[in-house]
């Protein structure tokens, strides 16, 4: 097999006292793009800046089509400007006193290109972000929005062997954030361009990722394509950070999961007899119906399981009912109607939904 294009492997950082990374180990095919989510503080964008070269390692390696670029036991570092890579930063970081088109310019001419091949590719990145007719506007003038297309035409127009972007739409307005960042996701994916993201948010990190590493506590908990960490998340961490799940501590016993409350199902795979353990079930998996037609009826593998509504919110399409289920535990379920605070319900799942989490 060969080497792939990026190879962080083992990666350690202490600040002080602090161990800010803790052995961080991924890898980067060419033309894909891998996002770093995570809560704040778990150490992304140390990671990022030890890969721009921005900061060292204390142990592990950083390599680049085989080039090892930060290896701190052979005693190699290779400065940032000399990595051939372009960052993309949260806030607005373009310079005031130059034009768009002198700010995407810069980096060429510190590359020595003659003038009309500067133009011409300035021109071409601009147009990649639907920017071009801005390219005499100062920074000053333009929007938020517009000015991180500028950031991004900037970085690109250099053709870094490695994009990295740090949190780019966190200071946008939602909506914007919004378009954004599908303009982005179908950028990195029509150019081929290989790139790490980083961001905290889900939806973000779901648009714009081949791959997601999701980040906790200066380790990778798991690492991805998006449906593999939605649908298959590894810890108890992966599951709640990811999607909205319901988490159910249950006993288990004789190869059954004894629910709080009494209730008792078939252990779904993966379970380990004997313990404790943390069952999921998603948001989406969960039905919630009124429950006042008498006795619930279970059926088809399903469970049903009675339970008194305790809050709804209207979504637009459905409901979102939080049930108290015999004054036990509650889940989140969608509801196709409205159901009134207090009156009974029904709580509906199939046990080929529910899986067994690893603590
Ligand atoms: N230069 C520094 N000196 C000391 N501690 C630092 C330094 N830089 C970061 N840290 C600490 O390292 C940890 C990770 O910080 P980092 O900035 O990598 O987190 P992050 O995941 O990017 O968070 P956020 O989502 O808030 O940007 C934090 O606890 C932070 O306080
Ligand atoms: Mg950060």
Redesign the pocket.
């Known amino acids: 097999m060969s080497a792939p294009y990026l190879e962080i492997h083992d990666l350690r950082k202490r600040?002080?006292e602090?161990e800010?990374l803790k052995g961080i180990s991924v890898s980067l095919e060419r033309g894909e793009c891998l996002v770093l989510l995570?809560?704040?503080?778990?150490?992304?964008?140390?990671?990022l800046n030890i890969v721009s070269g921005g900061l060292e390692a204390d142990a592990g390696a950083v390599r680049c089509t085989g080039e090892a670029l930060d290896v701190p036991a052979e005693g190699r570092f290779v400065p940032m400007r000399r990595r051939g890579f372009a960052m993309v930063f949260q806030e607005f970081s373009l310079w005031p006193h130059m034009s768009v088109a002198e700010n995407v310019a810069f980096g060429l001419r510190l590359r020595g290109l003659g003038r009309h091949e500067r133009e011409d590719r300035t021109m071409q990145a601009l147009a990649r972000v639907r920017m071009e007719t801005f390219a005499n506007r100062w920074p000053g003038e333009l929007s938020g929005g517009q000015q991180q297309r500028v950031a991004i035409a900037r970085a690109l127009v250099v053709r870094p062997r490695l994009l990295l972007l740090d949190?780019p739409l966190s200071a946008l307005d939602a909506r914007l954030r919004e378009t954004l960042k599908d303009e982005i996701a179908t950028l990195l994916r029509e150019e081929r361009i290989t790139a790490v993201y980083?961001t905290?948010d889900q939806a973000e990190a779901f648009a714009v990722g081949d791959r997601i590493a999701l980040?906790n506590g200066g380790r990778v908990e798991q690492c991805g394509p998006p449906e593999e960490l939605y649908r298959h998340p590894a810890t108890r961490f992966a599951a709640s950070f990811i999607g909205s799940s319901n988490i159910v501590p249950v006993r288990t016993d004789g190869g059954r999961a004894r629910w709080p409350g009494g209730h008792d199902t078939p252990l779904p795979s993966g379970a380990t007899a004997g313990a404790v353990a943390h069952l999921l079930l998603r948001r989406e998996a969960v039905r919630v119906e009124p429950g006042n037609g008498g006795p619930p009826q279970a059926g088809n593998g399903c469970v049903v399981l009675p339970g008194i509504c305790r809050r709804e919110r209207f979504l637009g399409d459905r409901y979102e009912i939080l049930a108290e289920v015999g004054e036990a535990f509650t889940l989140r379920g969608f509801g196709a109607g409205r159901i009134a605070a207090g009156a009974p319900v029904h709580v509906r799942f199939s046990m080929e939904d529910v899986r067994c989490l690893a603590e």
């Open positions: 600040f002080g602090d800010v995570g809560p704040s503080g778990c150490g992304k964008t140390t990671l949190e980083v905290h980040m």
